[in-house]
Nanobody, 127 residues
Framework: QVQLAESGGGLVQAGGSLRLSCAASGNIDSINVMGWYRQAPGKQRELVATITSEHNTNNADSVKGRFTISRDNVKNTVYLHMNSLKPEDTAVYYC?????????????????????WGQGTQVTVSS
């Protein structure tokens, strides 16, 4: 099992900055892609940014140029640096991780993916 612990959320004025952290613990040896999602009231959960273990990143169009995702493989932690925050960024931000597992079966190795979510951290941006 993998546990994800988010921190860094809070209340900030428009134009301000926050840094979210997500620390992975438990059976973390096969984690590949980690990312951040967010869900605003009355909205569906949406992708914010992802990062691979090789530090390849992908950002949603709504946050490009403002948010930066990074990863520390030694600390098993992923970060989301948020700059120029807007009221529309207000949401619960969730950390996500994919874990690739390989099991030896009778017919050969079988690879499958586990997916984990953190509890979420609230980000509120006032105008």
């Amino acid at each position: 099992q993998v546990q994800l612990a988010e921190s860094g959320g809070g209340l900030v004025q428009a134009g301000g900055s926050l840094r979210l952290s997500c620390a992975a613990s438990g059976n973390i040896d096969s984690i590949n892609v980690m990312g951040w999602y967010r869900q605003a009231p009355g909205k569906q959960r949406e992708l914010v940014a992802t990062i691979t273990s090789e530090h390849n990143t992908n950002n949603a169009d709504s946050v490009k140029g403002r948010f930066t995702i990074s990863r520390d493989n030694v600390k098993n932690t992923v970060y989301l640096h948020m700059n120029s925050l807007k009221p529309e960024d207000t949401a619960v931000y969730y950390c996500n991780a994919d874990q690739i597992k390989t099991t030896v079966m009778a017919g050969g190795p079988y690879r499958y993916k586990n997916n984990y979510w953190g509890q979420g951290t609230q980000v509120t941006v006032s105008s």
